[in-house]
């Protein structure tokens, strides 16, 4: 804070406050914490968890999950941090990127569990009381209606859906992370929709 003191007959003095120092670029920060600098790279955790966070409910539609995603991403983030590329000096849609496949890696893995299941023989348990009221929660079952509907789509409309319309990149950003042009984005967007709507349709959701 700057203190001008007045002449001799003037009124008291006069305090300006000085300007705070504008937040630092995620690039700046990277920097740092490719330097390791943790302090730095703690600043950028507390910049985008929550979008990542709510990234991955919107990939899995489960909360527990999407906690697990977000922070192995952020472990993932660290490890390589010297790979990291930024799109328009965000870090955000590499975490996006990294956190999709983290998902499509655990779908996979749920995946053969579910069909090794099935080869044993069934048991009777008792309904988890827990799981019961999730069940009931309609905007959970929706958004898996809609996961189920995405996981049938061809891979590269499968991509641009999760990065644009669930992920909420621009097209500019999710055709830096895809190595696509941004038109080719677009068209796997609009084919995405044309298919969702059927998809959707067909489960009357």
Not at 47 to 65: D, G, M
Not at 130 to 155: E, F, N, T, Y
Request: hydrophobic letters at 45%; one cysteine or more.
């Amino acid at each position: 804070m700057k203190v001008i003191v007045k002449t001799e007959g003037e009124a008291g003095p006069v305090v300006e406050p000085t300007a705070r120092p504008a937040a630092r670029t995620d690039a700046e920060l990277w920097e740092r914490a490719q330097n390791g600098d943790r302090a730095a790279f703690g600043e950028l955790f507390n910049r985008h968890v929550e979008a990542l966070w709510n990234h991955a409910y919107r990939l899995t539609a489960s909360w527990s999950q999407a906690e697990d995603i977000a922070s192995n991403t952020f472990l993932i983030a660290w490890r390589r941090r010297a790979e990291i590329t930024l799109v328009r000096d965000s870090a955000l849609p590499w975490l996006y990127a990294v956190a999709t496949n983290l998902v499509r890696g655990e779908h996979r893995t749920a995946t053969r569990f579910a069909r090794l299941l099935r080869r044993l023989p069934a048991e009777r348990t008792e309904p988890d009381h827990a799981d019961q009221v999730v069940g009931r929660l309609d905007g959970d079952r929706r958004l898996r209606a809609v996961l189920a509907a995405v996981d049938r789509l061809p891979r590269s409309e499968r991509e641009a859906v999760r990065l644009c319309l669930l992920g909420e990149l621009s097209t500019a950003d999710a055709a830096k992370v895809l190595g696509v042009a941004e038109t080719s984005v677009r068209s796997r967007i609009s084919r995405a929709r044309s298919r969702l709507r059927v998809l959707l349709a067909e489960e009357a959701i």
